[in-house]
Every structure is written in C-alpha cells, then in structure tokens.
C-alpha cells in the first residue's frame, strides 16, 4: 500500500507547529514556567481541541466559517486569546525566577485548568479549521470511504499529541530554563503580547473579510 500521502501529511503537521501561534506561544510558555507535566497537560488540551477542528475540517468547516455563525466564531475566538493575553502577562508582585515560579505565581494553577484553556484555545481558532481543510485536502478530495475520514481525524489529533508533547520535551533544556528563570517578566511579556497580538488578528481578519 502507498502511505506517502498520509506520511506527508504527518511532516507536514509537524513542522507546521513550529510556526507561530497561540498554540504554539500556550506550549512554549507553560513549559518554560511550569515544566513538562504542565507542557503535557496543554498540549494534550490542544489535541483534543484538534479532535473538533478536523472533524469540522474534514465535514462542514468551510460552510461553517462562510455562515453567519463563522462571524461569531471569528470574534469569540479574539476574545479568548485577549483573555489569555491578560493571563500570561505578569502580575504586579509576581514571584520572578527559580522553580517557585509555579506556586507564587499562580497559586491556583492546576492542570486540569492548562489543559481546558487549551483546549478551548485550539477550539475557537478558525485559523485552525482553515488550516486543517487545507492540509487534508488532498488526502480528501479523492473518493474515500467514510471509515478513511474517521482515520484522517484520529491521525491528525495523535500527530498533534505527539508533536506537542515533544515541543514541551524540548523547552526542559536546562540552558533555556535558565535564560527564561533570569527574564521571567521579559519573556512572558513577549507571549503575552503574542497572543494578543493573534486576537487582534482575527477580528481585523474578519472585519476585512465582511468588508469585501
């Protein structure tokens, strides 16, 4: 059997996280502050997010977005990464550097929480849809079976565990946890004002696109 297309797929997908994005920014940053455990727990919330937007992908996404509903979806989601914005940004008193950062910096942090505000990241970014039609068009356009899109799906959602999880791996470098323990404040500036940043991307996007 010919699983080239499937397998260029996969490298596709993979190297696609290394761009820039509220995925990736959510990734880089909680493993840097938090450690792997809570690296794992986001990027497990952003496959199942992924479990949403390739099956919506892979069925109605384009209709979806064109709709009057797509406009909503757009905005909700640029309101969501403002709000992870406010989040990430430092807090006045916030403890800076060394491995207490977890605890006096966000008392209240779980990861059961990491790994819902991910999830609901990956969920209500269109980018994501728009994206994943893209990707698995060519592996859909063709006549298949529906079994064939279910698989396409569970093989999009596990590409994104996986590569996820061995971003987080990567950012435990002791050398970039020191960098990240010295410009605490710096750098979750920079994240924060990158997920603003996305916000105010999307509505723009969409107000341009309403208006032509």
């Known amino acids: 059997m010919n699983f080239i297309p499937e397998l260029t797929f996969v490298a596709y997908l993979l190297m696609s996280q290394a761009s820039p994005g509220p995925d990736q920014t959510l990734v880089t940053r909680t493993s840097l502050a938090h450690g792997l455990k809570a690296g794992v727990a986001v990027s497990l919330g952003i496959a199942t997010g992924a479990i949403f937007q390739a099956a919506l992908a892979c069925t109605v996404g384009s209709a979806l977005l064109q709709s009057a509903w797509g406009s909503l979806f757009y905005y909700l989601a640029g309101c969501w990464m403002v709000y992870l914005a406010w989040k990430i940004w430092p807090k006045k008193g916030a403890f800076v550097g060394g491995d ?41 356009n063709v006549p298949h079976s529906a079994g064939y899109t279910v698989f ?38 920079i994240f924060a004002l990158a997920l603003l940043l996305f916000g105010l991307l999307l509505f723009t996007s969409k107000l341009f696109m309403d208006n032509n």
């Open 100 to 140: 207490a950062t977890e605890e006096a910096e966000e008392p209240s942090l779980s990861r059961w929480g990491l790994y819902r505000d991910a999830m609901i990241c990956n969920v209500t970014n269109p980018k994501c849809t728009l994206f994943f039609m893209s990707l698995s068009a060519p592996l859909l």
């Open 152 to 189: 396409v799906v569970a093989l999009t959602v596990v590409t994104c565990a996986i590569g996820w999880i061995l971003w987080a791996w990567a950012f435990q470098w002791a050398p970039v946890r020191c960098l990240y323990a010295k410009y605490t404040v710096a750098i979750d500036r």
